[in-house]
């Protein structure tokens, strides 16, 4: 019976190349696991692309932190709107837009960026409670500068109805004026939102 004989071939170690000494073609060398950890490192790994983290939002600006406040009135007594821009305009720093026009103080409203309103509780054609709401959900739904309406302070005639209590109560509501309207209540009520300064400096 015929013996037949196996050729050993010499494994090379994994930091010399080796050849098969043979004379048949070569074998692949089988991965230890040294060599797996060589194969990683020298495989290409492709650059991570750069991703920029998204800018972060702007912080908003405290009202009193504003150097010029802006004061958007609407009424359409002009003994009243008058009274609130000489008030506003020697005791603070505050630019103020008066308007009797629903549809006008809506598009200021819009356009620019205002820290107070002051509204009649009595308008021509609607509340200005209902006015009020308006501009807040225009706010909320992307239209202006902002995404929530200022504060709001509402004048109240004497011979109009008293406000609500929810009305009273919401915290976006300073105050409630009472005609005849006085100065330093006028001032105090806001305080929280326009800074008073000296009339004189």
């Known amino acids: ?10 494994v090379e170690s994994p930091d010399q190349p080796g050849t098969d000494e043979s004379g048949d073609d070569p074998v692949a060398t089988p991965r230890t ?5 060589l194969a990683r490192k020298q495989q290409v790994v492709p650059e991570a692309e750069v991703v920029q ?20 009135v609407v009424h359409d007594a002009a003994s009243t709107y008058r009274l609130v821009e000489e008030t506003f305009g ?6 103020v837009d008066s308007t009797s026009d629903v549809l006008n103080a809506f598009e200021l409203a819009i356009r620019r960026d205002y820290q107070l309103f002051i509204i009649a509780l009595s308008l021509p054609g609607m509340s200005g409670n209902l006015f009020y709401e308006m501009v807040s959900r225009g706010y909320a739904t992307g239209l202006g500068n902002r995404k929530l309406a200022p504060a709001v302070v509402f004048v109240r005639g004497e011979s109009d109805p ?3 209590e929810d009305l009273i109560r919401d915290v976006r509501v300073k105050a409630v004026w009472t005609k ?10 806001v305080s929280t939102v326009i800074e008073r300064c000296d009339p004189a400096g």
């Open 53 to 72: 983290a998204p800018p972060e939002p702007e912080k908003p600006v405290r009202p009193l932190e504003v150097s010029e406040p802006r004061i958007l």
């Open 33 to 37: 696991p040294r060599r797996r950890q």
């Open 180 to 189: 005849p309207l006085n100065i330093e209540r006028m001032l105090d009520s």
């Open 1 to 10: 019976m015929e013996k037949k004989w196996t050729t050993l071939r010499k």
């Open 90 to 95: 020697n005791f603070t720093k505050a630019k």
């Open 162 to 164: 008293l406000p609500s």
